[in-house]
């Protein structure tokens, strides 16, 4: 029974939380030896206090009646009375009526509500009531538990414990059955309206309602944890939040999302953020009431309340409340859990908590963040705050998908969001973002296309950003953007917000939740707008990536060998992979991959990947030479954190690309960070990375890998840095390619100082070659355009059979978008190629900038005898760059 607010709903969050397995253990989960055994027996509760309901009259040194109009906070239409018309003793049962009010009075019904403040206060325990309960719709009986002290704050800041609470029994539910469920709920967090809630319903077994007959209702109540029972059944339980720190010993995330408490620090005076026993660690009162509708009864069920259920008055009949002490540890009340399994199971009798999720530390590093961009990003739901209409991905002409809001009668204001309330997707997870490295050059910055405007001509376009949980706003028109443009109908424009503009105006940018776009409060009725590009960034931020394994070992990061006693071995594979490392295993169960533990002859240092939280990747390549002797074994990876300190282990079938091994096939894994955070692993601390079959299972099996990286997709060719297309290798996530004569360029041997190169061939069929990106990679090249260039070294080995044929320079944009194409001999060099010699040919960023290039999506850089002449040509390049000179 809340006591102010309204309860319409008890909604839980779900949160994936996986074992952290050691090095070298089985897939199977150790035993936690701190938790309860719940096959043994229990007999340690001792009682402490009782009410029998035995006397002539109501023992006033247990109960205080309140008398008050009040309505409970919730809207309820009784009168609580001391009249004993409303609670009596008979029989040996506390009797609590609620009856209809005589005409003319406050409220049109009576009833009684007693409690034992001051009186009868505990903390910890097992409370236990026997009643059989009030039925009919608005009837809302309850045994519950409130602070003695507000030691935390007002409600509900300094916790609630709702014992046992039913409405409506007995009342048609939506599906035609009888109401019979009833509820175990706690209450915490923030001030009202902010205030959360979490719980869980039950119902009797075999169809019994509880308004039928007596039923033992209680909660054992622990510190840290609350368990509540009807007849002797658990059927929930609820915990404190418990902290995931990183090896810095900063908050990261939640291994277990429980309640959680919001005060006043007495160092501070600043409002804090507790996920410890607070608010469920002081001594509370016990209260038993029955109300008359009320918020939460009168918009279920049948609605309202049935007067005829109360004519004759509606009784909560309660036989005894008992309370025990923990003889085992009364301090703590641990020793004497009443468990049975399931009883700490997320998919059994655990329920999950409503406490807010710590945001992720600063890591320091700049990096950007993006919104939208034509997929959702799962983090930032689009949102319609109180309008009840649902933004939705619709397909522009000029676009392709974008985000589409509407306005309707209701005010409301729109946007994307990342707060835990607003995310459905249950692979998000709300991640306020912290600006704070990029303040100087970074931007908000997003494309609006106003398709309808508002009806009202005269409504103001405004933008405004959040910082986490609304502590600080900053709300500005849309033409206080540095375009300085108001919304054209049916034109798609661009917006940018400086960081340092929005920072000065008083936004805390290190935990930006929310960025709204929208039609001034109450005037944007019959505007629909779509929304593309939304991000926070700013240019020429490059991610941190390492390279474990390309083309040799990593000093830093050995081959390991954890138990086998055998030495991993770098070998020669194809063309493609060269230099790869092989693992053998034995007899001995082992497992191995790479670490830099100085143990085991690494250097100490682990990798930092905090940054690449949002779309990084730990990437390899394996091919299976020899399958283990064991046809069954599963090929696992496992990553490790500061010294074991955390794991993670996984099946490769569970990878991105969720495959299992194929013998004499090279196969990519993937694997999120971000799924391995959620996991439990502390990413800023990584020093092991394991590739393996299954423990004891591996024997005989070899095998070999290549390309292993931690590292973010999006940061090959970050703007504003060079980009290397090729030397001694191709770019990542570019390819050598042939346009259209059906070759397959290679990587070729040449002289000392040039190395491995790329090596292409021309046939009979006209075609274009050179260097290709990724569907979807781009390279911006926008920073670079005062001095950057585009810089080639070019052997030809054979010369087309053409002796007039033109050398031809090439460099598209935007997957063709806009393209410039030269002649060699129009390099800043000037000349023509030479049979047998290297030679260097250079151009100017500006230059073809000039010539109608777009440079901020450079995706295919092409060098090639004119189209139809190359025959016979054969040609290497070498030391490929887009970048300053």
């Known amino acids: 029974m809340k006591t102010t607010a309204t309860i319409l709903s008890r909604l839980a969050a779900t949160f994936s939380v996986a074992a952290l397995l050691g090095c070298g253990e089985s897939a199977t989960t150790n035993t936690d030896l701190d938790k309860v055994d719940p096959t043994l027996p229990v007999s340690s509760w001792e009682m402490v206090w009782s009410d029998e309901f035995d006397g002539a009259g109501i023992d006033t040194d247990n109960w205080t009646f309140e008398v008050n109009c009040a309505g409970g906070g919730n809207n309820e239409k009784q009168c609580y009375t001391d009249s004993e018309d409303n609670a009596f003793t008979s029989d040996g049962m506390l009797n609590i009526v609620a009856l209809p009010a005589e005409e003319g009075a406050e409220k049109p019904y009576t009833s009684a509500r007693l409690n034992t403040r001051y009186k009868a206060d505990f903390k910890y325990g097992r409370i236990e009531m026997r009643a059989k309960l009030p ?32 409405v409506n029994l007995k009342a048609p539910t939506a599906e035609g059955q009888a109401e019979a469920s009833v509820h175990g709920t706690l209450h915490y967090g923030k001030e009202w309206p902010n205030n959360a809630s979490s719980g869980k319903a039950y119902q009797l077994p075999d169809g019994q309602n509880p308004a039928d007959d007596f039923h033992t209702y209680a909660i054992e109540w622990q510190e840290g944890e609350i368990r509540w029972y009807v007849d002797d059944y658990l059927f929930a339980t609820q915990r404190q939040s418990k902290v995931r720190y990183n090896s810095k010993g900063e908050p990261v995330g939640l291994a277990h999302r429980g309640w959680f408490a919001e005060y006043f620090g007495q160092g501070s005076g600043e409002l804090e953020t507790h996920w410890d026993t607070a608010p469920f660690d002081q001594e509370f009162y016990l209260i038993l009431n029955l109300a008359v509708g009320g918020d939460w009864p009168e918009n279920v069920n049948t609605l309202g309340i049935d007067a005829g259920a109360f ?42 908590g409503a406490a807010p999720i710590p945001s992720p530390p ?11 961009d ?43 969001i990342s707060r835990a309330e607003f995310i459905t997707d249950p692979s998000g997870q709300p991640k306020p973002f912290d600006a704070s490295p990029i303040i100087e050059n970074g931007a908000i910055s997003f494309d609006m296309r106003v398709v309808s405007a508002p009806n009202n001509p005269d409504a103001a376009w405004l933008f405004k950003v959040e910082s986490v949980g609304a502590s600080t706003a900053v709300e500005i028109p849309l033409n206080t953007s540095s375009e300085g443009v108001d919304p054209v109908p049916g034109q798609w424009q661009t917006y940018t917000f400086p960081l340092q503009m929005l920072a000065d105006a008083g936004l805390d940018v290190s ?35 390492l390279v474990i394994f390309e083309e040799g070992m990593n000093p830093a990061w050995p081959m390991w060998d954890c138990c086998g006693g055998s030495v991993p071995t770098e070998e020669m594979d194809d063309a493609e992979h060269d230099l790869v490392a092989e693992f053998r295993i034995g007899a001995s169960p082992t497992v191995m991959g790479f670490i830099t533990r100085s143990a085991n002859g690494g250097s100490d240092e682990p990798f930092d990947a905090t940054p690449l939280l949002d779309g990084g990747l730990i990437q390899f390549e394996m091919k299976v030479v020899s399958m ?22 996984l099946n490769l079938t569970e990878s991105e690309e969720g495959q299992a091994p194929v013998a004499g096939q090279w196969q990519t894994y993937s694997f999120k960070i971000s799924d391995l955070a959620d996991a439990g692993l502390d990413v800023s601390a990584i020093d092991v990375l394991m590739i393996f079959p299954a423990w004891g299972a591996g024997e005989g099996a070899v095998y070999r890998v290549d390309n292993v990286k931690i590292f973010h997709p999006d940061s090959g060719a970050p703007a504003g840095d060079s980009l290397t297309l090729f030397k001694d290798t191709v770019a990542d996530q570019w390819s050598i390619w042939d346009c259209c004569g059906g070759s397959t360029p290679t990587e070729e041997q040449d002289d000392d100082a040039h190395g491995t190169v790329a090596q292409y061939v021309i046939g009979s069929a006209p075609t274009v070659m050179g260097f290709l990106a990724e569907d979807g990679v781009y390279f911006d090249a926008s920073a670079l ?101």
């Open 511 to 545: 935990a930006i939740d929310v960025i709204m776009i929208f039609p001034a409060w109450g005037s944007g009725e019959g505007a629909v707008y779509r929304v593309d590009n939304a991000q926070i960034a700013q240019d020429g931020i490059s991610l941190p990536e």
């Open 135 to 166: 039925y009919g719709q608005g009837s809302w009986p309850a045994f519950w538990m409130m602070p003695t002290d507000e030691r935390y704050g007002g409600w509900p800041r300094s916790g609630e414990i709702d014992i046992m609470e039913a």
């Open 311 to 352: 004519a004759d008055g509606q009784s909560y009949i309660i036989d005894y409340v008992r309370v025990y002490e923990c003889a085992l540890d009364p301090v703590t009340g641990k020793g004497c859990e009443t468990v049975r399994p399931g009883y700490d199971s997320k998919d059994d009798a655990l329920v999950e």
């Open 628 to 649: 283990p002797n064991n046809p069954d074994a599963a090929w696992l990876f496992k990553v490790e954190a500061d010294n074991a300190a955390s794991a993670v282990e």
């Open 785 to 885: 355009l005062a001095d950057g260039v585009v810089r080639f070294e070019m052997k030809v080995v054979s010369a087309p059979d053409n002796p007039d044929a033109v050398w031809k320079f090439k460099i598209e944009s935007g997957d063709a978008a806009t393209a410039v194409e030269l002649n060699l001999s129009d390099s800043q060099e000037g000349q023509a190629p030479s049979v047998g010699q290297w030679q260097t040919y250079t151009y100017s960023l500006q230059d073809l900038f000039d010539a109608g290039l777009d440079i901020s999506a450079i995706d295919v850089v092409m060098v090639f005898p004119a189209w139809g002449t190359g025959e016979g040509a054969v040609y290497r390049l070498d030391n490929a760059v887009i970048a300053r000179p």
């Open 374 to 416: 034509g997929s959702v990003n799962p983090n930032w739901p689009a949102w319609d705050c109180c309008g009840g209409s649902t933004p939705s991905l619709v397909a522009d002409d000029e676009r392709g998908d974008v985000m589409e809001f509407t306005v309707g009668a209701a005010p409301t204001v729109n946007g994307f």
């Open 362 to 372: 600063s890591s320091g590093i700049p990096q950007n963040l993006t919104i939208f």
